[in-house]
């Protein structure tokens, strides 16, 4: 794997302009997919300075590319975020684009690995956010990395996870919404939106991140192999992994938001 000063040369001989454009490349990448984004990330930002204030020290878990700490340092400045990531690729792109700000780190960490705590700066954290990211790992293995979350939060301190989160319950309710959404997307795509593999195509025949984008899918392969269990489902294996109050705090017909408080 590219390893972090390798990285931190690509983005010297790069420029942070660069950077930026893979990062906004991204977002609209990821908003052909959910075109309420940016909804949930400002409840995400809204329970964060609710809970904890308008400084926290966030540790954005599966960071990607800094989607969050983006958002999380343009609404609270004083803010300090550590990113966590595997992806060589998207790490590369987050690195470029905060490089030079010292209160973003980022660090290179599987999740699988049992160890993987001991990769992040000593202390604990105000707030742990991630969004669409971990339905990569099967609930298992999610399970496991609930219980190993409630430590790093200071007390009160507050984790969100947004992700795909169907209600069993409702299938022709799903299927509805699951058509109407997908036919949306189907008029972007014919106006020009890029989907998640021509993204990664695009990113590949980038010199500055060939190589990791071939790092990536050595990891990674095509496809995630988790699986998407319910909100209802999260909050109660929050609580279980010793959070003191765990639920829904937003909705959208096919993505929740589930806040765990500790």
């Known amino acids: ?75 609270f400045p004083e803010a300090t975020s550590t990113g966590v990531d595997l992806d060589p690729a998207l790490l590369t792109i987050a690195e470029g684009h905060f490089a030079g700000d010292p209160r973003v780190t980022f660090v290179t960490a599987d999740l699988k690995d049992p160890d993987w705590r001991s990769a992040l700066p000593h202390g604990t954290f105000d707030a742990i956010l991630t969004a669409t990211a971990l339905h990569w790992l099967p609930s ?46 189907d008029r972007a795509k014919a106006a020009g939106a890029v989907d998640w593999r021509e993204w990664w195509a695009l990113a590949g025949a980038d010199p500055a991140l060939a190589e990791q984008v071939k790092q990536r899918f050595e990891i990674y392969g095509e496809h995630a192999d988790g699986d998407t269990p319910s909100e209802a489902w999260h909050a109660e294996t929050l609580r279980a992994a010793g959070f003191a109050e765990a639920r829904t705090v937003w909705r959208s017909p096919s993505d929740a938001l589930v806040l765990g408080l500790k």
């Open 1 to 75: 794997m590219t390893d972090t000063a390798d990285r931190a040369d690509t983005t010297e001989t790069t420029g942070t302009a660069h950077w930026q454009a893979w990062q906004d490349s991204w977002d609209r990448q990821q908003e052909w997919y959910m075109p309420d984004r940016e909804e949930r990330f400002r409840v995400m930002l809204d329970m964060v300075e609710a809970l904890v204030g308008p400084a926290p020290r966030v540790l954005d878990l599966a960071c990607g590319t800094g989607s969050i700490t983006d958002r999380v340092l343009k609404r």
């Open 140 to 185: 298992e293995e999610l399970a496991v990395l609930y219980r190993q979350l409630a430590p790093l939060l200071t007390p009160g301190g507050v984790f969100m996870n947004a992700d795909h989160m169907p209600d069993p319950a409702t299938p022709r309710i799903d299927a509805a919404e699951h058509a109407h959404r997908h036919a949306g997307m």
